[in-house]
């Protein structure tokens, strides 16, 4: 499956945005989906994700009760809502995908990743 993520931009702390996760050459459903977030000098890290053939999502506790993963079956993609950012959600964001069905945190258990879509967030 080929993954292309879009949506992010400039925002001030407390706004929103939703990145979009386009797949192409599969049907998403089928796989699950993770967003992770690298901010400048730091590694990879694990922001949220929606397991294949189900509707079952997990995060991150420095994100729960704030985004929001989705997926829209008709449209194959993956969505992530974001709301009340804050400067320490800044990063470039990348959707990824992997053909298991079980939930992962893990960046090396994903196969196919988007291009990854830049997030900045202004005190």
């Known amino acids: 499956v080929q993954l292309q993520a879009s949506g992010g931009g400039l925002v001030q702390a407390g706004?929103?945005?939703?990145l979009s996760c386009a797949a192409s050459g599969?049907?998403?459903?089928?796989?699950?989906?993770d967003w992770f977030?690298?901010?400048p000098g730091k590694e990879r890290e694990f922001v949220a994700g929606i397991v294949g053939i189900g509707t079952r999502t997990?995060?991150?506790n420095s994100v729960k009760d704030r985004f929001t993963v989705s997926r829209d079956n008709a449209k194959n993609s993956v969505y992530l809502q974001m709301n009340s950012l804050k400067p320490e959600d800044t990063g470039i964001y990348y959707c990824a995908a992997r053909s298991n069905t079980l939930p992962s945190i893990r960046a090396a258990d994903f196969g196919s990743w988007g291009q990854g879509t830049l997030v900045t967030v202004s005190s």
């Open 58 to 60: 997990y995060y991150t």
């Open 26 to 33: 599969r049907t998403v459903s089928q796989y699950t989906v």
């Open 15 to 18: 706004g929103s945005l939703i």
């Open 37 to 39: 977030r690298q901010a």
